[in-house]
C-alpha cells in the first residue's frame, strides 16, 4: 500500500504561483505513475496531470498545459506540482494519487491522499 500526504496549498492572488508537494510512505513508490487531481466546489473530482514512474513521460489536461508542471523525485519519494499563472477557475482541493499509467491517465488511481487546498482570488 501507498499513503500520500499533499501539502503546499494556500490561498495567492490571480497570476501568482504555488508548489504543492506529496510525500508517500512505503518503498514502491517508483512503481507508481503519480497524478494530481482536483476537485472545485459542486463540481466532480478532475485529472490535471501525470507523471510516469520514472518522471521521463508526462500528460496534462488541456486546461493547465503551459501553466502547470509535475514532477517527481523518487530518492525523496515525493511528487510536485509547480502552478504558475494560477487563475481562479484553478481553485479547488488539489489531491495526488498514485496507480497504472493507463487509469491515472484515464482519470482513475488506486491510492489518494487527503489533499490541499488551493485558493485563487480575483
Known amino acids: 500500500q501507498v499513503q500520500l500526504v499533499e501539502s503546499g496549498g494556500g490561498l495567492v492572488q490571480a497570476g501568482g504561483s504555488l508548489r504543492l508537494s506529496c510525500a508517500a510512505s512505503?518503498?514502491?513508490?517508483?512503481?507508481?505513475?503519480m497524478g494530481w487531481f482536483r476537485q472545485a466546489p459542486g463540481k466532480e473530482r478532475e485529472l490535471a496531470a501525470v507523471?510516469?514512474?520514472?518522471?521521463?513521460?508526462?500528460y496534462y489536461v488541456d486546461s493547465v498545459k503551459g501553466r502547470f508542471t509535475i514532477s517527481r523525485d523518487n530518492a525523496k519519494n515525493t511528487v510536485y506540482l509547480q502552478m504558475n499563472s494560477l487563475k481562479p477557475e484553478d481553485t479547488a482541493v488539489y489531491y495526488c494519487?498514485?496507480?497504472?499509467?493507463?487509469?491515472?491517465?484515464?482519470?482513475?488511481?488506486?491510492?489518494w491522499g487527503q489533499g490541499t487546498q488551493v485558493t485563487v482570488s480575483s
Open positions: 494519487a498514485a496507480g497504472n499509467w493507463a487509469i491515472v491517465v484515464a482519470g482513475r488511481y488506486d491510492y
Open positions: 512505503g518503498r514502491t513508490f517508483s512503481s507508481y505513475a
Open positions: 507523471v510516469s514512474r520514472s518522471g521521463v513521460s508526462t
